[in-house]
C-alpha cells in the first residue's frame, strides 16, 4: 500500500497517502456541495481572473476538492485532491477559527513544520490569529504554505450553522499587493 501511495509510513505508524486522498477527493467531488460551489467558483475566477478553489476539513487537515483556473492565466498549483496543513494555509485557518477542527488543542501541541518562507510555527501566534479571522469573516495565506503563494478563504456555513468547507481565491504572492488582497 505504501509503494501505490495509499500510505506514508512515519515515526509514529501510517497516514493516508497522496493516492488514498486522491480517491477521497474523487468520491467527495460527486457530493451536492462541490457541485453547487462550481457555478461559484467559475464566478471567482471571472470576476478576479485568479484560480478558485473549494477545500473541506479532514482529519486535522485541509482537503482540497475542487479548483477552478482561469483560461489562458497564470494559474497557481492545482491542488485539487491534495491535503494542507491546517497552520499554513488560508482554509486550514478558517477551519482552525470557526471551530470545523476537532481537537484543535492537541493538533497545535504537535511541532508546526515550516512548509515555506513565511510559515507560523508558533502554535500560540496561529491561536492569536483566530479571532481576528472570525471577526473578519476571512484567513489569507502569504508565502505560508509554498513560496510565491497567496491565498484568501472564507467559510462555506451549513443550515444548523456549521462549517461545511472553506471557499477561496490562490494567487501568486509577486502579483499580490496589500490592495489586491484586500479585493480578494
Given amino acids: 500500500m505504501e509503494r501505490r501511495g495509499l500510505v506514508r509510513r512515519s515515526a509514529t505508524g501510517y497516514s493516508l497517502g497522496p493516492a488514498l486522498a486522491r480517491l477521497a477527493a474523487t468520491a467527495v467531488a460527486e457530493l451536492e456541495l462541490v457541485a453547487l460551489s462550481r457555478p461559484v ?16 476539513p479532514y ?25 494542507g496543513h491546517l497552520h499554513c494555509s488560508s482554509s486550514g485557518k478558517v477551519f482552525a477559527a470557526f471551530g470545523a477542527v476537532d481537537d484543535l488543542d492537541a493538533r497545535l501541541a504537535r511541532p508546526l513544520p515550516t512548509l515555506a ?44 450553522g456549521e462549517v461545511l468547507a472553506a471557499i477561496g481565491v490562490g494567487t501568486s504572492t509577486a502579483r499580490c499587493t496589500q490592495h489586491r488582497l484586500n479585493q480578494l
Fill in 41 to 56: 467558483l467559475k464566478d471567482l475566477v471571472e470576476v478576479t481572473g485568479e484560480a478558485a478553489y473549494l477545500s473541506v
Fill in 59 to 83: 482529519r486535522g487537515a485541509v482537503l482540497y476538492v475542487e479548483q477552478v483556473t482561469p483560461q489562458g492565466g497564470v494559474v497557481p498549483n492545482d491542488w485539487t485532491g491534495r491535503l
Fill in 117 to 160: 518562507s513565511r510559515t507560523i510555527t508558533d502554535p500560540d501566534e496561529f491561536r492569536r490569529l483566530l479571532p481576528l479571522i472570525r471577526r473578519r469573516g476571512y484567513a489569507s495565506s502569504a508565502d505560508e504554505s509554498e513560496t510565491g503563494s497567496t491565498s484568501v478563504a472564507a467559510p462555506v456555513i451549513g443550515s444548523r
